[in-house]
């Protein structure tokens, strides 16, 4: 069973960085795409940066600027290096990936940006 372990999230002032890791149990170039997800209390869930096959990235206009998808393909793991972090931004974060059509997704990790 494929399985994505996020880790990084927690609590930090307006302004300030975060980086967070999902670390897959299989290569990640068995996915047709990776990356992230959010959800605030009361919203649906919506996509934060994502790779897909090909390396192509996909970025919200939210976070366009500020935040920075990246993987280490050796540690199957992808990051999403948060900084200029904001109040909207404080939402649980998923990581996802798709394989073979079918969406995996992690546990989840809150980060929580205080103004």
């Not at 302004?15 to 990356?35: D, E, H, P, T």
């Amino acid at each position: 069973q494929v399985q994505l372990v996020e880790s990084g999230g927690g609590l930090v002032q307006a302004g300030g960085s975060l980086r967070l890791s999902c670390a897959a149990s299989v290569s990640i170039f068995s996915f047709n795409a990776m990356g992230w997800y959010r959800q605030a209390p009361g919203n649906q869930r919506e996509l934060v940066a994502t790779f897909t096959r090909g390396s192509s990235t996909n970025y919200a206009d939210s976070v366009k600027g500020r935040f920075t998808i990246s993987r280490d393909n050796a540690k199957n793991t992808v990051y999403l290096q948060m900084n200029s972090l904001k109040s909207e931004d404080t939402a649980v974060y998923y990581c996802n990936a798709n394989l073979r059509d079918v969406a995996i997704w992690g546990q989840g990790t809150q980060v929580t940006v205080s103004s």
